[in-house]
Every structure is written in structure tokens, then in C-alpha cells.
């Protein structure tokens, strides 16, 4: 598949749509959404680091496990070898890094700002066409968990030949359970290939209702997984949502491209209206302006979207008493109880039942597991405190490294501070606080108004208020140093950049 610019790609869309019935050579493009916050997993999930950037169900975070779910795939079709990745500019760092681990040259478009998924798959299908060529873009949310890989393959493979014909596809899981956490999907008429057409989309009901879905036999689960043509989706989005048409077209003939990523135009792209797929497309198919029509096809593979602790409790082995865990726990007497020990100190559950506990290195949840939806108010009332617990851990990620606050009071503060090899911090100064480094292992290059020098081990130096300075690590182990910040205020939003190779001034 050719690999013209978002630009290019962008400029050419009205040729790409003419051919949306065509019969020539498509091949799969796996798009992975990865904009969520994911709420309802805190205090492991955060603003600044959600849910898909961790490893909540295996050794992988739950974006790398997606980014390996088309390895192998033996279906019909060629798979693309490099996947689109659309997440948010917060994101992109750690979103690159987790690729780069695991040896996955995927193709990042950093979304300007959350506009929702039905946007994020129109910049997606923008920079999969290239040189006036098509492909079938299997798009899938970054932070869910399957089970079996191979049946996820044949429905996959029996969507995209209901996809190559100019329909759209969602795959819909049979439901086990009424369960009110998931959106559903009224089934339509049979297909002689085990598929439906789609009837209609209903968001998450209440109880009673999910019960009755779930005796009528008429409903599965919304699984959030699309199978669509390039082509189709964008004239499906200018049919039903032109101004995010016009927006996401707008917005990639502006983006910015590096080795890395694409960036597509801020100011257009948030000229664009928030909607999900869902809203903006699948309730408006079978209306009576609509050429477009949607299939749904059975999707029987150990599905979650590991939505709540409770999901997450769900899809994870249990012994005999039906608890799980994660990390450092004991279970004594206990039962149907999830705990997870993210900071590394021991949690030991006694008698409990039905419990989720999860321990961090700032906060401690306890919760009953019929009431995990509950947890996004909670962390709504925690944001309307101004508490940083809501957005960043202790630990915070930087594309350079890691800081850790260790201590903090009034009018000081105390991190330790890792920068990778060869990366540096950018070049900056504070308005309110100066700073004391002291190097623990590794060694640092310091810049300090117009010095210039090496600190090593069990050496430390002065910032001083107002003064220009930079943190690099020249060597070929991680620096780490301790950082004592002091003065009348210490906020992450008192920097002010003059350089920096990630891109962060301004």
C-alpha cells in the first residue's frame, strides 16, 4: 500500500469515494482508537495515563495485547503490516514508547483534542487511503481484552467480505449475562452466513431492561469493533456528519508529519463536533435518506471491555474461592473478591466477599463489586476538589523518563527524577521556584544560564529562580537524580520552554 501524506490523502478523497463499489485489491488496516480515559478503572486508570497504557489483564498494557491482535491472521485477507494508532496528544509519548517496545512500527495520528471516536475514525480512514487506493479498516479500542484470537480472526475475516460490498460492520457479542455496562445491538433479519443486519442501536440500559434484552434472544452486545471500507466511512461521514467531514479533511491537508507521527491542523480539526461512531453514524443507518446499511457479525471470543473492576474481575483467573488478584496480595478466608497491589505493598484481604481493593502509591479504593460503575462520579467529585489524585499518578511519565513525587509540604517539594539515555528535558525556566539536584547514579549534563557542565554521582547543584536551565543524561544508563523544589508555588504549569526536542514549546 503506498504511503502518501495525510496531505495527499486528503486532497484526493473526492477520487477515493467515487470508487467506494469497486472490486480491486483492499487490504486490512487495523485502526486502534486509544483516545479514552477509562474512569471507571481508578485509581490505577488516570486522566494523564489511562487504562490502555497499563497492564490490567496480563504481562502487556492493554494497547500492546490490541496491537498484536491481527498477528497471524490467516483469513482472506492481506493484513497491513503497520497499524494506525489514533490517540491524544497527552498520550502520544507513552503511546510510542509501548509501540517501540514491543517492536510494532505503528502509525500515530495525535488527535489536537477529544472529539470522540467517530472523529478519530475519519482522521484514521483519511491517512489509510494513500494515492488514490483503498483498504478496510478494522478499527478496535485500544483498552479491551480478547480471549481467543482465532475466532476474533474468522469474524473479522467474514466481516470484511461484507465490507468490500460498501457495508459497514460491527461485530456483536452474544451476551452471557444482562448487563448494564454495555450498549446493545436489536438484531434484523439472518444472513445465510450467521450474520444480521443491524435493526438498531440501543446505549446501556437499565437493569430490568438489559434482562428482557437478554430472554428475548434479540440483542447482543455493542463490542465497539467496526469493519468498514475507507471510502464508505467517509461518505458515510459526509452524508451524516459534514461538518466533521469538512473539519477532518480540513485538518489533515494542514498536518504537520514527522518519522513518528501525524499531526494533523489544531485549529480545523477542533472546528470539528464531538460524537461516537455509535451516535454519529450506526443509529442514522437504515433511515430513509440513506444508502448505507450495517451488518452485525457474531463475535464468540472471550470479548470484555474490561469497562469496571468488575469486568476486569470477570475476565481474570480465579482459585477456588473465586478471587483474583494482581501484585503483591493474601487472600484469607476470602471470596468473589479482586485485589491489586499497583505500589508494591502487600494487601491482605480477610472475610471479605464480593470486595474489589485497590491499593496505588496516593490512593487506596474499596468498593463493592455491584457498585463499580459508581466510581466515575467519584472521580468527577475528586476533579471538582482540584485533588491531583484524578489526573496523574505520583508517578508521572514524561517522553524523557519518569518523575516521582516523594514529599511535598508548604512551599516545598521533593522528586526523584529518571531521564533515559540520550534524552533531556527542554530548556526552561520557573517563575516561583528554584531548585536544588543531586545526582543519585548516572551522569547528568547541566545547563545553567549560559554554563555548561558534568555532574556525577553524590555531586548536586543550585538552580536559582528565574534562571534558564536543562537536565540531560549523555551517558548509557538511566540518570537518576533528587530534586528539592522550593518557593511560593510549585505547580507543573510553572514552566516556560525556550527549546525542547519533543516539541512541547508553545
Same mark, same amino acid.
Given at each position: 500500500?503506498?504511503?502518501?501524506?495525510?496531505?495527499?490523502?486528503?486532497?484526493?478523497?473526492?477520487?477515493?469515494?467515487?470508487?467506494?463499489?469497486?472490486?480491486?485489491?483492499?487490504?486490512?488496516?487495523?485502526?486502534?482508537?486509544?483516545?479514552?480515559?477509562?474512569?471507571?478503572?481508578?485509581?490505577?486508570?488516570?486522566?494523564?495515563?489511562?487504562?490502555?497504557?497499563?497492564?490490567?489483564?496480563?504481562?502487556?498494557?492493554?494497547?500492546?495485547?490490541?496491537?498484536?491482535?491481527?498477528?497471524?491472521?490467516?483469513?482472506?485477507?492481506?493484513?497491513?503490516?503497520?497499524?494506525?494508532?489514533?490517540?491524544?496528544?497527552?498520550?502520544?509519548?507513552?503511546?510510542?514508547?509501548?509501540?517501540?517496545?514491543?517492536?510494532?512500527?505503528?502509525?500515530?495520528?495525535?488527535?489536537?483534542?477529544?472529539?470522540?471516536?467517530? #472523529? *478519530?475514525?475519519?482522521? /484514521?480512514?483519511?491517512? @489509510? &487511503?494513500?494515492?488514490?487506493?483503498?483498504?478496510?479498516?478494522?478499527? %478496535? $479500542?485500544?483498552?479491551?481484552?480478547?480471549?481467543?484470537?482465532?475466532?476474533?480472526?474468522?469474524?473479522?475475516?467474514?466481516?470484511?467480505?461484507?465490507?468490500?460490498?460498501?457495508?459497514?460492520?460491527?461485530?456483536?457479542?452474544?451476551?452471557?449475562?444482562?448487563?448494564?455496562?454495555?450498549?446493545?445491538?436489536?438484531?434484523?433479519?439472518?444472513?445465510?452466513?450467521?450474520?444480521?443486519?443491524?435493526?438498531?442501536?440501543?446505549?446501556?440500559?437499565?437493569?430490568?431492561?438489559?434482562?428482557?434484552?437478554?430472554?428475548?434472544?434479540?440483542?447482543?452486545?455493542?463490542?465497539?469493533?467496526?469493519?468498514?471500507?475507507?471510502?464508505?466511512?467517509?461518505?458515510?461521514?459526509?452524508?451524516?456528519? #459534514? *461538518?466533521?467531514?469538512? /473539519?477532518?479533511?480540513? @485538518? &489533515?491537508?494542514?498536518?504537520?508529519?514527522?518519522?513518528?507521527?501525524? %499531526? $494533523?491542523?489544531?485549529?480545523?480539526?477542533?472546528?470539528?463536533?464531538?460524537?461516537?461512531?455509535?451516535?454519529?453514524?450506526?443509529?442514522?443507518?437504515?433511515?430513509?435518506?440513506?444508502?448505507?446499511?450495517?451488518?452485525?457479525?457474531?463475535?464468540?471470543?472471550?470479548?470484555?471491555?474490561?469497562?469496571?473492576?468488575?469486568?476486569?474481575?470477570?475476565?481474570?483467573?480465579?482459585?477456588?474461592?473465586?478471587?483474583?488478584?494482581?501484585?503483591?496480595?493474601?487472600?484469607?478466608?476470602?471470596?468473589?473478591?479482586?485485589?491489586?497491589?499497583?505500589?508494591?505493598?502487600?494487601?491482605?484481604?480477610?472475610?471479605?466477599?464480593?470486595?474489589?481493593?485497590?491499593?496505588?502509591?496516593?490512593?487506596?479504593?474499596?468498593?463493592?463489586?455491584?457498585?463499580?460503575?459508581?466510581?466515575?462520579?467519584?472521580?468527577?467529585?475528586?476533579?471538582?476538589?482540584?485533588?491531583?489524585?484524578?489526573?496523574?499518578?505520583?508517578?508521572?511519565?514524561?517522553?524523557?523518563?519518569?518523575?516521582?513525587?516523594?514529599?511535598?509540604?508548604?512551599?516545598?517539594?521533593?522528586?526523584?527524577?529518571?531521564?533515559?539515555?540520550?534524552?533531556?528535558?527542554?530548556?526552561?525556566?520557573?517563575?516561583?521556584?528554584?531548585?536544588?539536584?543531586?545526582?543519585?547514579?548516572?551522569?547528568?549534563?547541566?545547563?545553567?544560564?549560559?554554563?555548561?557542565?558534568?555532574?556525577?554521582?553524590?555531586?548536586?547543584?543550585?538552580?536559582?529562580?528565574?534562571?534558564?536551565?536543562?537536565?540531560?543524561?549523555?551517558?548509557?544508563?538511566?540518570?537518576?537524580?533528587?530534586?528539592?523544589?522550593?518557593?511560593?508555588?510549585?505547580?507543573?504549569?510553572?514552566?516556560?520552554?525556550?527549546?525542547?526536542?519533543?516539541?512541547?514549546?508553545?
Amino acid at each position: 500500500m503506498g504511503k502518501a501524506s495525510a496531505a495527499a490523502a486528503a486532497t484526493d478523497i473526492e477520487t477515493i469515494q467515487q470508487n467506494e463499489t469497486g472490486t480491486g485489491y483492499l487490504p486490512l488496516v487495523q485502526v486502534i482508537l486509544a483516545g479514552g480515559s477509562g474512569t471507571r478503572l481508578w485509581p490505577v486508570s488516570r486522566e494523564q495515563f489511562p487504562k490502555q497504557l497499563i497492564d490490567v489483564v496480563g504481562d502487556q498494557t492493554l494497547l500492546q495485547a490490541t496491537m498484536g491482535r491481527m498477528a497471524g491472521f490467516e483469513g482472506a485477507w492481506d493484513v497491513a503490516a503497520d497499524p494506525v494508532i489514533v490517540c491524544g496528544s497527552e498520550h502520544y509519548f507513552a503511546t510510542y514508547e509501548q509501540a517501540r517496545e514491543i517492536g510494532v512500527n505503528a502509525r500515530i495520528v495525535v488527535e489536537p483534542g477529544r472529539r470522540d471516536t467517530a #472523529p *478519530a475514525l475519519t482522521l /484514521a480512514a483519511l491517512n @489509510a &487511503c494513500a494515492e488514490n487506493e483503498d483498504a478496510i479498516l478494522v478499527a %478496535m $479500542p485500544a483498552d479491551h481484552s480478547i480471549a481467543d484470537l482465532e475466532a476474533l480472526h474468522r469474524a473479522i475475516d467474514l466481516a470484511a467480505s461484507h465490507a468490500r460490498n460498501g457495508t459497514i460492520v460491527t461485530l456483536g457479542v452474544p451476551p452471557e449475562r444482562a448487563d448494564t455496562g454495555f450498549g446493545y445491538i436489536r438484531l434484523g433479519d439472518a444472513l445465510p452466513d450467521g450474520a444480521h443486519r443491524i435493526e438498531r442501536f440501543v446505549e446501556k440500559p437499565a437493569a430490568e431492561l438489559a434482562t428482557q434484552y437478554v430472554e428475548s434472544g434479540n440483542y447482543w452486545w455493542n463490542s465497539g469493533i467496526f469493519v468498514v471500507r475507507a471510502s464508505v466511512w467517509l461518505s458515510i461521514i459526509e452524508q451524516f456528519q #459534514p *461538518a466533521m467531514h469538512a /473539519a477532518c479533511v480540513s @485538518a &489533515c491537508r494542514a498536518a504537520k508529519k514527522t518519522d513518528e507521527c501525524i %499531526m $494533523p491542523d489544531a485549529e480545523q480539526f477542533l472546528n470539528s463536533p464531538s460524537d461516537s461512531i455509535d451516535y454519529a453514524v450506526m443509529e442514522q443507518l437504515g433511515k430513509a435518506d440513506s444508502k448505507f446499511s450495517g451488518v452485525v457479525v457474531p463475535l464468540a471470543a472471550g470479548w470484555s471491555d474490561l469497562g469496571s473492576w468488575d469486568a476486569v474481575w470477570q475476565a481474570m483467573e480465579k482459585d477456588e474461592c473465586g478471587n483474583a488478584a494482581n501484585g503483591r496480595v493474601l487472600f484469607e478466608g476470602a471470596t468473589a473478591t479482586y485485589a491489586r497491589s499497583q505500589g508494591g505493598r502487600l494487601v491482605a484481604c480477610v472475610g471479605t466477599d464480593n470486595l474489589v481493593v485497590i491499593e496505588t502509591d496516593d490512593a487506596v479504593l474499596v468498593a463493592d463489586r455491584s457498585h463499580v460503575q459508581d466510581i466515575k462520579g467519584l472521580v468527577s467529585r475528586i476533579r471538582s476538589e482540584k485533588a491531583p489524585e484524578a489526573d496523574n499518578h505520583r508517578k508521572v511519565r514524561r517522553p524523557w523518563g519518569f518523575y516521582d513525587s516523594i514529599d511535598h509540604g508548604e512551599r516545598f517539594q521533593v522528586k526523584r527524577i529518571v531521564v533515559m539515555p540520550g534524552a533531556r528535558l527542554s530548556l526552561q525556566m520557573h517563575h516561583h521556584r528554584a531548585e536544588h539536584w543531586v545526582v543519585v547514579s548516572g551522569t547528568a549534563l547541566v545547563t545553567r544560564g549560559e554554563e555548561q557542565f558534568l555532574l556525577g554521582e553524590n555531586e548536586s547543584t543550585y538552580i536559582p529562580l528565574g534562571v534558564r536551565h536543562r537536565l540531560e543524561n549523555p551517558g548509557r544508563v538511566p540518570l537518576q537524580i533528587i530534586e528539592v523544589q522550593s518557593g511560593t508555588y510549585l505547580g507543573e504549569d510553572d514552566i516556560v520552554r525556550y527549546d525542547d526536542k519533543y516539541g512541547r514549546c508553545g
